[in-house]
């Protein structure tokens, strides 16, 4: 079973930056979609930033100019920077990796990240 771990979650100050990284733990085949996801207590997930087999990127408008989605298919990782954290950019982020076969979606567990002074 495909495992996806995150990683580089944490506390971070107004104006910061992070980087997470999402592993998997085998390569995944036809993959169609990766993103990267977040979500607060009480609110539904919400796409945050995504990539296309094609490298075609797509952000949600109020992290565009400050996250990048990028990706090294070598390592089988996705990666999410992101810079001039607000504190409205506090919740835990998760990636997921659509495929064109089942089982059709995989999940990370989630990285807390909290932006706070």
């Known amino acids: 079973q495909v495992q996806l771990v995150e990683s580089g979650g944490g506390l971070v100050q107004p104006g910061g930056s992070l980087r997470l990284s999402c592993a998997a733990s085998?390569?995944?085949?036809?993959?169609?979609?990766e993103g990267w996801y977040r979500q607060t207590p009480g609110k539904q997930r919400e796409l945050v930033a995504g990539?296309?087999?094609?490298?075609?990127?797509t952000y949600d408008e109020a992290v565009k100019g400050r996250f990048t989605i990028s990706r090294d298919n070598a390592k089988a990782t996705v990666y999410l920077q992101m810079n001039s954290l607000k504190p409205e950019d506090t919740a835990v982020y998760y990636c997921?990796?659509?495929?064109?076969?089942?089982?059709?979606?995989?999940w990370g567990q989630g990285t807390q990240v909290t932006v706070s002074s």
């Open positions: 085998e390569s995944i085949g036809s993959i169609n979609f």
């Open positions: 997921r990796v659509v495929t064109r076969v089942a089982p059709y979606h995989y």
């Open positions: 990539i296309t087999s094609g490298g075609i990127t």
